[in-house]
């Protein structure tokens, strides 16, 4: 069982947009910044969102993070059949002084 | 451009050890934490341990506290993980991830190796 929760699977069509949310607690999302990492087929995983909305260098418009409380959430638009893969949220922990990850969410595009 | 490339990963008996590496490139070493993450097959990340850039604090995922030990050589720009007491649930791809920062406390990660396979099995 994760600490940060995510829905196990998300879907939509081509072009079309989707969000993936990350619930967590005041130890954790509540009151430190959130990741988010792309982990395509047999390949590591690759940061797409920092400090809860920012973007690395190279990483499309397309993607984009916020958070509210104890929640973030992962927006993709203009869905493309390259983006399916497996989306996790992470964030530290102040009470288990550790990193936590979410159970990973799977993007079936369409 | 920044590398990390993980070796030291195999097949070892249940309650036997084992040392992975982490050989860091492209990027000052000392100046940054580093991380092990771990994913077994067909399961999501898992946190293992994080150390701070000069190698003063460690912090570790409870369920390999007491026997992993994360460690590096900053002269040779090496990450280590020690890894005894080995129980089939350790079994996972383990990837080395460059932090954000030097202290460790973030769940920024923006580099990663390619991983390498620890298999625990008899």
């Known amino acids: 069982q994760s600490v940060l929760t995510q829905p196990p699977s998300v879907s939509a069509a081509p072009g079309q947009k989707v969000t993936i949310s990350c619930s967590g607690s005041?130890?954790?999302?509540?009151?430190?910044?959130v990741s988010w990492y792309q982990q395509l087929p047999g390949t590591a995983p690759k940061l797409l969102i920092y400090?809860?909305?920012k973007r690395p260098s190279g990483i499309p418009d397309r993607f984009s993070g916020s958070k509210s409380g104890t929640s973030a959430t992962l927006g993709i638009t203009g869905l493309q059949t390259g983006d399916e893969a497996d989306y996790y949220c992470?964030?530290?922990?102040?009470?288990?002084?550790?990193?936590?990850f979410g159970g990973g969410t799977k993007l079936t595009v369409l | 451009q920044v590398q990390l490339v993980e070796s030291g990963g195999g097949v070892v008996q249940p309650g036997r050890s084992l040392r992975l590496s982490c050989a860091a490139s492209g990027f000052t070493f000392s100046n940054y934490a580093m991380n092990w993450v771990r994913q077994a097959p067909g399961k999501g990340l898992e946190w293992v341990a994080v150390i701070s850039y000069d190698g003063s604090n460690e912090y570790y995922a409870d369920s390999v506290k007491g026997r992993f030990t994360i460690s590096r050589d900053n002269s040779k720009n090496t990450l280590y993980l020690q890894m005894n007491s080995l129980r089939p649930e350790d079994t996972s791809v383990y990837y080395c991830?460059?932090?954000?920062?030097?202290?460790?406390?973030?769940?920024?990660?923006?580099?990663w190796g390619q991983g390498t396979l620890v298999t625990v099995s008899s």
């Open positions: 991830a460059k932090d954000s920062g030097y202290s460790g406390r973030t769940s920024r990660f923006e580099y």
């Open positions: 992470g964030t530290w922990d102040n009470s288990l002084i550790n990193v936590v």
């Open positions: 400090e809860n909305n």
């Open positions: 005041g130890s954790n999302i509540g009151n430190n910044y």
